[in-house]
């Protein structure tokens, strides 16, 4: 792992909705990076997260609930420089268009394609952060 800011190798990863098998899947590929993913499934426990630990990005399954666009709102208002990632089944241009309304990093498709989700995640760390998350070629070589 490469980032640096504040606590080395204590980078946090807000994960909100998605199905069962999703946080452990996630925390499976994130963890050997040093990456401590907190998964929450209901708005409580999201906003309890955030106001209890540092959390450096948020992953959000806006299909979860209906309740993905309002995790984003209660961001902007809880921690508004938090980087976020969305997750949904229907990417669409009114999607897009209030995903940059909203500041969000990166719009991906679900399923994800695990490949591109740690390569945003990475771009995500390089652009707010200015290191890397994984480095650069440990990304594609981890999920060959």
Not at 1 to 6: D, F, K, Q, R
Not at 26 to 38: K, Q, W, Y
Request: net charge negative.
């Amino acid at each position: 792992m490469v980032y640096t800011e504040s606590r080395p190798g204590k980078v946090t990863v807000l994960a909100a909705g998605g199905d069962r098998g999703w946080p452990a899947m996630v925390e499976g590929l994130f963890r050997p990076a040093g990456v401590d993913l907190i998964s929450v499934r209901h708005r409580a426990g999201f906003i309890d997260a955030l106001r209890q630990r540092s959390v450096h990005a948020a992953i959000i399954d806006i299909d979860q609930d209906h309740v993905g666009l309002s995790m984003v709102r209660v961001i902007r208002i809880e921690c508004p420089n938090l980087p976020c990632l969305l997750l949904s089944s229907q990417v669409d241009e009114h999607l897009l268009i209030t995903a940059l309304e909203m500041d969000v990093f990166s719009v991906l498709n679900k399923p994800p394609d695990i490949g591109l989700l740690c390569r945003q995640l990475d771009r995500l760390f390089l652009r707010v952060y200015q290191s890397s998350l994984f480095g650069n070629e440990s990304v594609d070589a981890d999920l060959r």
